[in-house]
């Protein structure tokens, strides 16, 4: 594209020389062994297999959230069952939900809306799905069914196929993907989060914000997000996990 965009420059048929306002390199996918996959090596993940097992929706949900897009990341058969679970929570969460007229976490839903939003833009789908997480954590304790159309909107570019029969269960007859996108209000958005220090080890790898309430699930989510943090986790299962909410969060791998 570049060659092209140059050569027809070079003759005066464009008046621009270069494709691409900004080029994004993805990092790749390795095998679980950290090699590269190759069927002489007998260790290729074959992506129809994962989708017969746990969907597409997982399969699109786990790529995402392994870490940021840029960064070459092993694949983990185990760590999918996160991704599954997730799917799993939301469909639970639709078919047996407390019902609610009015909402007390919309601070958490706005902030949502707002991040994601966000992410998407800079391609952090990996942060906006740990954020739809916190989101749905919130919501699990009762919901009404305005705001979970809101979450089904901004989970659609991330899980389609889920968000399109949450849409509908939710008594919408048009298509998600066909619905706008969801504005959050400043007055509403979450103001009391607090940095949490992230380690490997007891060695400090990074920094991020949760609500001072944060629970370790969604603290390791937000841990899994930082770029120096999925490169040393990667493929790794933590021994242990010590957290100190509003403090401080170590992994020991």
Not at 102 to 123: C, M, N, Q, R, Y
Request: aromatic letters at 8%.
């Amino acid at each position: 594209a570049r060659f092209f965009t140059k050569v027809l420059h070079a003759f005066g048929y464009t008046e621009f020389d270069e494709p691409f306002l900004k080029l994004r390199h993805q990092g790749m996918i390795l095998a679980e062994d950290g090699r590269k996959m190759s069927k002489s090596l007998g260790n290729v993940i074959n992506p129809d297999d994962v989708v017969r097992e746990y969907g597409a929706d997982t399969l699109r949900l786990y790529e995402m959230f392994m870490g940021p897009i840029d960064v070459q990341k092993p694949w983990s058969t185990k760590n999918i069952k996160g991704s599954y679970r997730f799917v799993d929570r939301v469909y639970k969460l639709l078919s047996s939900r407390n019902k609610k007229e009015e909402d007390s976490f919309a601070p958490v839903l706005h902030e949502t809306i707002k991040k994601v939003g966000e992410d998407i833009k800079e391609l952090k789908f990996n942060t906006a799905i740990s954020q739809l997480m916190i989101c749905l954590n919130k919501m699990e304790d009762g919901v009404s069914d305005e705001s979970l159309k809101i979450f089904a909107r901004l989970l659609a570019p991330f899980a389609p196929h889920l968000a399109e029969e949450v849409w509908h269960e939710l008594g919408e007859n048009s298509s998600v993907h066909k619905s706008t996108w969801p504005k959050y209000d400043k007055a509403l958005l979450a103001t009391s989060a607090v940095k949490v220090v992230v380690q490997i080890n007891g060695k400090r790898r990074g920094e991020m914000e949760l609500a001072p309430d944060a629970s370790e699930e969604e603290a390791l989510a937000g841990a899994r997000a930082i770029s120096s943090v999925a490169e040393a986790v990667a493929n790794k299962e933590p021994k242990r996990v010590i957290y100190v909410p509003g403090r401080i969060l170590n992994i020991v791998i």
